[in-house]
C-alpha cells in the first residue's frame, strides 16, 4: 500500500497568517492526490484536486503544488473558519489511501 | 442540490450485526461510484467499500468477508450490512460520492454528515 505521511501533526497559526502543510507518499503517484478539510464534529469536504486545483467553491487562499511524492497545501491568510484538520488522499493506486491528518489549529 | 444523508447507527454487541443507510439527493445512486469511509475515535480516514456502477463491489482487507455494500435504485440509497462486528469496527461511517476518470474512482466529492457505529458489550 502507499503511505501517506502529513507533517506537521498540529501547526499552530495566527489568524491572517499563512499555513504550509505537507504530505509525502511513499511512492511516486504523479499528480494523483486530493486534499480534504474536516471541521470538527463534520464530515470531509474536497479543497483540492489532481494536487492543484480547487474544488467547487473553494477560495483562492487555498492552493496545492506538488508531483512525485511531495506535496505542499498552502493556505495564504487563515480565516477563523480555515481552522480544522486537514487530509490528503492519493489516487495512483489501490487501496487508496489517505494521510493520518494535519490539525490546523489558532 | 446535491447532498447524503446516512442514518442506521448504533450500539451493537460484539458479533451482531447492523445496516447503515445512505439516502442520496440531487444524483442517482445507480449511475456513481458510491463509497463508505470510516473514522474511528481520534483516528483518520479509513475507505472500506465502493459499489460500482456496473455492480461490482471493492472492500478493504479489514472488512472483507463481514461487509456487504448495496444499493437500492427506488430508494436511490446505499447501504453497508455489517456482520461479525468487532471492537475496532467502532467508526463514524461515511457515505460519499466518488469521482471517476477512464472508469477507476479517484476521490469523493460529496460526503454525508456520516452515522455513528459503537461496538461494545
Known amino acids: 500500500d502507499i503511505v501517506m505521511t502529513q507533517s506537521p501533526a498540529t501547526l499552530s497559526v495566527s489568524p491572517g497568517e499563512r499555513a504550509t502543510l505537507s504530505c509525502r507518499a511513499s511512492q511516486s503517484i504523479s499528480s494523483n492526490l486530493a486534499w480534504y478539510q474536516q471541521k470538527r464534529g463534520q464530515a470531509p469536504r474536497l479543497l483540492i484536486y489532481g494536487a492543484s486545483t480547487r474544488a467547487t467553491g473553494i477560495p483562492a487562499r487555498f492552493s496545492g503544488t506538488g508531483s512525485g511524492t511531495e506535496f505542499t497545501l498552502t493556505i495564504s491568510s487563515l480565516q477563523s473558519e480555515d481552522f480544522a484538520v486537514y487530509y490528503c488522499?492519493?489516487?495512483?493506486?489501490?487501496?487508496?489511501?489517505f494521510g493520518q491528518g494535519t490539525k490546523v489549529e489558532i | 442540490e446535491v447532498y447524503l444523508v446516512e442514518s442506521g447507527g448504533g450500539l451493537v454487541q460484539p458479533g451482531g450485526s447492523l445496516r447503515v443507510s445512505c439516502a442520496a439527493s440531487?444524483?442517482?445512486?445507480?449511475?456513481?461510484?458510491m463509497s463508505w469511509v470510516r473514522q474511528a475515535p481520534g483516528k483518520g480516514l479509513e475507505w472500506v467499500s465502493i459499489?460500482?456502477?456496473?455492480?461490482?463491489?471493492y472492500y478493504a482487507d479489514s472488512v472483507k468477508g463481514r461487509f456487504t455494500i448495496s444499493g437500492h435504485n427506488s430508494k436511490n440509497t446505499l447501504y453497508l450490512q455489517m456482520n461479525s462486528l468487532r471492537a475496532e469496527d467502532t467508526a463514524v461511517y461515511y457515505c460519499a460520492r466518488g469521482k471517476t476518470e477512464s472508469g477507476e474512482l479517484i476521490y469523493l466529492d460529496v460526503w454525508g454528515q456520516g452515522t455513528t457505529v459503537t461496538v461494545s458489550s
Open positions: 488522499q492519493q489516487y495512483s493506486d489501490w487501496p487508496r489511501t
Open positions: 440531487g444524483f442517482t445512486v445507480r449511475t456513481n461510484y
Open positions: 459499489l460500482y456502477s456496473g455492480g461490482s463491489t
